[in-house]
């Protein structure tokens, strides 16, 4: 195997990478893993109601934004591309997280007002959203990585969780948190996508975010009664 041919391998597998773990499914990943190792965050609802959530939440936060943002390449680019797709140009990401942002805030406001979801559910939400906005205030001025971010506040909300509810399994998430994060933010490396400081001060806003957004939260937490 030729040093070209290696190269473009590990091209389209970090390429393949930054799809799957694109921003847009970093809810769906965080539900998926309470659903399993921590339905806590669902409580008093039953289990086959916590499974329908999850799949609204994958409805409403991946299939939907991925729609809009399909559209919104289409009607400003008319032709897709993976640059365009994964919005490697700083310019190119300052509408779709606004748009992205804001409709996260709205969805969260309606699970909270209409549905009664869960407080905490309500305020993982919240914090995925300002995440987003938080990306694309950001991006105004310096391109940032939102990889970076949704992974390291998945990965301080994982942290938190586990001392408010000490579970093995969710030990375990934390651990394979870093480890998709190394791998995902190495392969937008590998593509020239971000630089390492865009990297790095990345993964720390989404930890600062994800920590305030659950911190502020834990005296209440704390005091709640959960039926195990």
């Given at each position: 195997?030729?040093?070209a041919t290696?190269?473009?391998?590990?091209?389209?597998?970090?390429?393949?990478?930054?799809?799957i773990?694109?921003?847009?499914?970093?809810?769906?990943?965080?539900?998926?893993?309470?659903?399993?190792?921590?339905?806590i965050?669902?409580?008093?609802?039953?289990?086959?109601?916590?499974?329908?959530?999850?799949?609204?939440?994958?409805?409403?936060?991946?299939?939907?934004?991925?729609?809009?943002?399909?559209i919104?390449?289409?009607?400003?680019?008319?032709?897709?591309?993976?640059?365009?797709?994964?919005?490697?140009?700083?310019?190119?990401?300052?509408?779709?997280?606004?748009?992205?942002?804001?409709?996260?805030?709205?969805?969260?406001?309606?699970?909270?007002?209409?549905?009664?979801?869960?407080?905490?559910?309500t305020?993982?939400?919240?914090?995925?959203?300002?995440?987003?906005?938080?990306?694309?205030?950001?991006?105004?001025?310096w391109?940032?990585?939102?990889?970076?971010?949704?992974?390291?506040?998945s990965?301080?909300?994982?942290?938190?969780?586990?001392?408010?509810?000490?579970?093995?399994?969710?030990?375990?998430?934390?651990?394979?948190?870093?480890l998709?994060?190394?791998?995902?933010?190495?392969?937008?490396?590998?593509?020239?996508?971000?630089?390492?400081?865009?990297?790095?001060?990345?993964?720390?806003?989404g930890i600062?975010?994800?920590?305030?957004g659950?911190?502020?939260l834990?005296?209440?937490?704390?005091?709640?009664?959960?039926?195990?």
């Amino acid at each position: 195997m030729t040093e070209a041919t290696q190269k473009n391998n590990w091209n389209y597998l970090s390429l393949l990478i930054s799809y799957i773990i694109h921003p847009v499914f970093i809810p769906t990943y965080l539900f998926t893993t309470f659903l399993y190792f921590g339905n806590i965050v669902f409580e008093p609802y039953s289990i086959l109601a916590q499974t329908y959530v999850v799949m609204l939440v994958f409805i409403t936060t991946a299939i939907i934004p991925l729609i809009l943002l399909v559209i919104n390449m289409f009607l400003l680019r008319k032709k897709f591309s993976n640059e365009v797709l994964l919005m490697n140009k700083r310019q190119d990401r300052i509408v779709p997280f606004f748009y992205i942002g804001i409709y996260y805030s709205v969805l969260t406001y309606m699970f909270h007002h209409y549905l009664n979801f869960p407080v905490l559910l309500t305020s993982l939400m919240l914090i995925i959203s300002a995440a987003v906005l938080a990306t694309a205030f950001i991006s105004l001025l310096w391109k940032i990585s939102a990889h970076a971010i949704s992974l390291g506040a998945s990965f301080m909300i994982f942290i938190l969780m586990h001392t408010i509810m000490p579970n093995e399994h969710l030990f375990y998430a934390i651990l394979v948190t870093l480890l998709i994060s190394g791998i995902t933010l190495s392969s937008r490396l590998n593509l020239n996508a971000h630089n390492p400081s865009q990297i790095y001060i990345g993964y720390l806003v989404g930890i600062i975010l994800g920590g305030i957004g659950l911190s502020y939260l834990l005296p209440n937490l704390l005091s709640f009664t959960f039926n195990f």
